[in-house]
């Protein structure tokens, strides 16, 4: 009996309805056991709570613009009265351009905004990996030199604007990017010394890199702005941008020179040996041999490093220099606008998360690619 | 130093990063205000004009000194209290005082204080890096109040404190309580106490070395002061450079005397200034007034509690 | 036959060659660039050293560590210790110093422990609770640090006043004014006993480790809870009942501009507090997570396998090993929180930044103030170090 059963073809038993298909995965990934099921209520209560919250205040009471009073400034008193029910756009519709582009002369605003674009597709370029050959540097050096002339004009018609006036987002990416061009060969320069055989170059750039490790960016943006002016002789002077540029260029190749130091480390001794083995010079093997592996091993910990930079110039709001949040402190000074910090805090905040989370997002699939690469 | 800016073509000049009155710039970018009137006048003494003259660096309390000792600016025209130690360690020059003024508190109408001493226990805003903080300090030792600081760096967070409640009064120069005051939406809400606790002499600071720069920042004070006395006006200066006999009036004018070649400038330097710019009494309504300032200690001192004094011109 | 044993390749070193006085010499090449590099950064140096010394002397710029002896004036909001505006420069800022501590102390504990539960979140079945978790890890990771303590400050200045504090209990107020909550009067008995419990756990610490040789000899686990509730809870108080059981409560209450007593926490400090560690803590959450991914599932299974309980496996097995890989990364961290503390200049809360910047403001001698700050936080990074590097090496794999 038990042959005659067994030879008889049976349908394969379909497998229970909740454990494929999506309430398959529901119960898997939401509800395997009732504690999970208990956690899963409760949090998705209080997502659903507070984004009903935060919709209301962002979008369904929110102000967007105030209308003038009969001296024809703006009259704030609507948001105020709607204060901690609903958002007050108003402040960013009327203030937007002081916050991206600061004191710079109104009319002009066009050159601050194509540099931003400048620098948004310098990023673009720079990301992709058809363009990661030496040429890159030159398009670095050409872009950068554009900015530069149309930040300061003087030149095809453009007015001067001399660099007391800039500010905003322009000034923010400024600083970043001037920061990393030239914390970079630095850096290299650094981490290349750092591993050297002769003990007193090593020295010298251990103790750099520990120093500027060890203290904050804080006290080396003070020293920018009050005890470099006495190191130079009398009548040198360097204004105040391009001194807290050179804190943040020697902070940043600090930095830098360890991540760069780090792909040093992570390449094989072969490859040394090998380059050795061929008779090239100490030169000639590291541009030819060492570096451009290496630096292709440190491009994620890289965008990772300017991303933490990126975020860091903010701190130059400290040392009175006009970048994105500074400029977003000083449009709600005038008092009709006062209190609203919170709306401007939001808006800034969105700015650098569009710049952070790309890249970020950016350098997590890069690092996936590369180890996959290596890893076949 | 004179001949240096000549050669540069324009005076840099140091002023706060926004204090309404003295130093703001106003919807066009373009700065106005007390101490900026006297970046123009040294301007216009040296240049006969303020066209394009004078280049604008806004300085926070805490680099406005190593700006002027390391050469960024000129001069400091910059609500700065003279004091002792600041004259003598600091490697710079007060030129003269032209602003009396003192510190004071201000309190929410609300909290129905009338004078300092009831502010026992109270939280104060302050700003750290100014004679304010070390003022508060020694007021509270003295009359035995007990206060709460709190010590925040920017002006405008400062003032945002106190608006917010986190603190019961605030503290800095009366000058500077009246302009946070009228800057406000319903200013009768906020009243400045009537206490003044200390003595702020402001004045003009040069570097120190320069005395020729520095006679020639002094004595556009005076010229200033000495130009309201005789009722010199920006209307009718013109008019008396040439027909006023008083010798006085006509050496500051520069008809005879030569006074301005002695100090390496032109002889109609404060005609010129004062064409512009006004007198003392002129650029003080014009900025002052509109804040609800008196002018107190301020007057010339041919006015009762007037302090304002200018040396002879001769 | 000797001459056999000896491999030829890691035997003796080479003949040292002699010094060849020519520029195809590798290690005469060496000591020039040596001597190159050496003199030209001493150069720079000497010549900024020499401008600078110039420039103080012009601009009479006055110089030395007298100013510290001087009455500082300047007052100052939050103490640890006896603090007064007579007090000279040097106590103000030691007040600094031990608000830096305070403030990235307890933040390292606090981001650490907040760091780890959402490192082992993200990783949680739960797919609501790990989407949940990533996603406040990438939005604090991507806001500059200094926007979000302005955040945080802008949001505890909007608490309403003191007259309409929030008082979820009985001597607890949270307004704009801190969060304040009930405490008891200090007295003598209360060191004796803090002094008993700290002696109780060092004396712990002894005892469990006792407990664990013995437990290798014999096998046998022992309880180490009995011995430690003893040490650090019953002797001390104890001690306190038998001096009196001194114990006054101090509530704190709203008496005229502000509430008196009790202990407070500063809108300052605690926005800093709770920057650094919301900030800090998704930083430390990915190292955490890495560090378990970085177990093998193997050894989960094979402990699970010897019968221990999913805890024990936790605690025995995979976190001494996760540990290797989370230390180094940690240590950055907590040398991040440390520094990064240095921010409290922005929101008034006075660490030694803001008391060495507003000293160097009043005297003039920003040499001096800069050189204080920089060498206070090289002496804590370099201590932080330190330990971790001890801590380190105590946990590494000790390999045969």
Not at chain 2, 285 to 309: D, F, I, K
Request: with cysteine; aromatic share 10%; hydrophobic share 50%.
């Amino acid at each position: 009996m038990s042959i005659t059963t067994d030879s008889l073809p049976v349908a394969p038993r379909l497998a229970p309805a909740l454990s494929v298909g999506w309430l398959g995965w529901v119960r898997a990934n939401l509800f395997s056991s009732w504690l999970n099921s208990l956690v899963t209520i409760a949090l998705a209560y209080f997502i659903v709570k507070y984004a009903i919250g935060f919709v209301d205040w962002a979008f369904v009471n929110a102000i967007w613009s105030v209308p003038n009073d009969a001296a024809g400034r703006p009259d704030t008193s609507s948001c105020r009265d709607n204060k901690g029910l609903g958002a007050c756009w108003a402040v960013i519709n009327e203030k937007h351009r002081f916050m991206l582009f600061g004191t710079y002369p109104y009319e002009q605003h066009w050159r601050p905004a194509v540099v931003c674009v400048l620098f948004v597709g310098l990023y673009i370029v720079s990301a992709m990996r058809r363009f990661w050959r030496m040429e890159l540097a030159l398009i670095w050096a050409a872009v950068l030199t554009v900015i530069a002339v149309l930040m300061w004009g003087g030149v095809l018609g453009m007015p001067y604007v001399p660099q007391e006036r800039w500010g905003g987002l322009p000034i923010t990416l400024i600083l970043a990017t001037f920061g990393l061009a030239f914390a970079f060969p630095l850096a290299i320069l650094v981490a290349l010394g750092r591993r050297s055989k002769l003990p007193a170059i090593k020295a010298l750039c251990v103790l750099y890199v520990e120093l500027i490790r060890g203290v904050p960016l804080i006290s080396l943006l003070f020293m920018a702005s009050v005890m470099f002016p006495l190191f130079l002789p009398e009548g040198m002077n360097i204004d105040k941008l391009l001194r807290a540029q050179i804190a943040i260029i020697l902070f940043a190749g600090a930095y830098l020179a360890e991540v760069v130091r780090g792909g040093l480390q992570a390449l094989s001794k072969g490859q040394y040996e090998a380059a050795e083995a061929l008779g090239l010079s100490y030169w000639q093997k590291t541009g030819l041999i060492i570096l451009p592996q290496a630096l292709r091993l440190v491009i994620p910990p890289l965008v990772n490093t300017f991303i933490g930079f990126f975020k860091d110039t903010s701190l130059v709001l400290i040392i009175g220099i006009f970048d994105l949040l500074t400029a977003g402190k000083t449009a709600i000074i005038e008092p009709m606008w006062q209190g609203f910090a919170v709306e401007v805090y939001v808006t800034i905040g969105l700015i650098y998360f569009v710049f952070c989370f790309a890249m970020s997002q950016y350098s997590a699939k890069l690092e996936s690619e590369l180890n996959h690469g290596r890893r076949r | 130093m004179i001949d240096t800016i000549r050669a540069r073509g324009q005076l840099l000049c140091g002023v706060s990063t926004g204090l309404a009155g003295f130093a703001q710039p106003n919807s066009q970018g373009v700065w106005a205000g007390f101490d900026v009137d006297y970046c123009r006048a040294v301007a216009i003494a040296i240049f006969g004009t303020e066209q394009n003259r004078v280049r604008y660096v806004p300085t926070t309390a805490q680099v406005r000194f190593t700006a002027l000792q390391s050469g960024e600016v000129d001069m400091l025209s910059r609500n700065t209290t003279w004091t002792l130690s600041r004259d003598t360690s600091l490697g710079l020059d007060f030129t003269a005082t032209n602003f009396y003024d003192g510190q004071g508190f201000m309190v929410k109408r609300s909290l129905g204080v009338t004078a300092a001493r009831q502010l026992d226990g109270a939280t104060i805003c302050v700003q750290p890096g100014t004679t304010t903080e070390q003022n508060l300090a020694d007021w509270a030792r003295s009359v035995r109040v007990n206060i709460r600081p709190v010590v925040i760096e920017r002006l405008e967070d400062n003032i945002a404190a106190y608006l917010a409640g986190r603190c019961d009064a605030y503290t800095t120069d009366v000058s500077g309580l009246a302009a946070s005051r009228s800057a406000q939406q319903v200013p009768a809400d906020h009243v400045i106490l009537p206490d003044v606790i200390s003595k702020e002499p402001l004045g003009v600071l040069v570097r120190h070395g320069d005395q020729r720069f520095a006679d020639l920042v002094r004595w556009v004070h005076f010229g200033l002061l000495a130009a309201e006395e005789f009722g010199i006006t920006a209307e009718n200066a013109a008019g008396l450079a040439t027909t006023d006999n008083r010798p006085e009036v006509q050496r500051i004018l520069g008809r005879t005397g030569g006074l301005g070649q002695m100090m390496g400038v032109d002889n109609a330097w404060m005609l010129n200034v004062i064409r512009t710019l006004g007198n003392y009494g002129e650029i003080s309504t014009r900025n002052l007034a509109p804040l609800g300032l008196q002018r107190g200690p301020n007057a010339l001192w041919t006015t009762p509690g007037g302090l304002q004094y200018a040396p002879p011109f001769r | 036959m000797s001459d056999t044993a000896i491999d030829p390749r890691y035997g003796t070193k080479p003949p040292k060659r002699p010094l060849r006085l020519s520029w195809g010499d590798e290690r005469v090449r060496g000591i020039v660039y040596q001597i190159l590099v050496v003199g030209i950064v001493g150069s720079i140096a000497y010549w900024l050293f020499s401008n600078t010394m110039h420039n103080l002397e012009v601009r009479r710029i006055a110089t030395g560590w007298g100013f510290l002896e001087r009455e500082a004036g300047l007052p100052i909001a939050e103490f640890l210790i006896p603090y007064d505006p007579t007090d000279t420069y040097l106590r103000a800022l030691q007040v600094g110093v031990l608000n830096t501590l305070k403030v990235a102390v307890i933040g390292i504990v606090l981001a650490t422990i907040l760091g780890t539960i959402l490192g082992v979140l993200k990783l949680s079945k739960n797919w609501l609770v790990s989407r949940v978790v990533g996603a406040y890890i990438e939005i604090v990771r991507d806001l500059p640090l200094l926007l979000q303590l302005l955040f945080w400050y802008a949001l505890l200045q909007g608490l309403p006043g003191p007259r309409q504090a929030i008082h979820p209990a009985t001597g607890v107020f949270l307004s704009n004014r801190g969060l304040k909550l009930p405490f008891f009067e200090w007295e003598g008995p209360h060191n004796w006993a803090l002094l008993l419990m700290l002696i109780g756990a060092v004396g712990t610490y002894f005892y469990r480790r006792a407990a664990r040789a013995k437990q290798m000899a014999d096998g046998q686990p022992r309880a180490i809870w009995p011995a430690a509730t003893v040490m650090m809870l019953v002797v001390p108080l104890g001690a306190w009942y038998a001096m009196g059981a001194p114990f006054t409560p101090d509530i704190p209450a709203l008496r005229g501009f502000n509430f008196q007593g009790g202990l407070t926490v500063s809108p300052e400090f605690f926005a800093l507090l709770l920057g650094l560690t919301l900030y800090t803590a998704g930083f430390i959450a990915e190292i955490v997570r890495a560090g378990i991914l970085s177990v093998s599932q193997g050894q989960w299974e094979a402990a699970e396998a010897l019968g221990l309980p999913r805890g024990r496996v936790m605690n025995l097995v995979v976190l001494p090993q996760a540990l290797r890989v989370i230390i180094p990364p940690m240590t950055s961290q907590f040398l991040n929180i440390t520094k990064n503390s240095s921010l409290a200049v922005a929101i008034g809360y006075q660490d030694i930044v803001s008391i060495a910047n507003t000293t160097l403001n009043q005297t003039g001698q920003a040499i001096e103030g800069i050189a204080i700050i920089m060498v206070v936080y090289l002496t804590i990074s370099l201590s932080i170090s330190l330990f971790m590097n001890w801590y380190n090496s105590k946990i590494a794999l000790v390999e045969r």
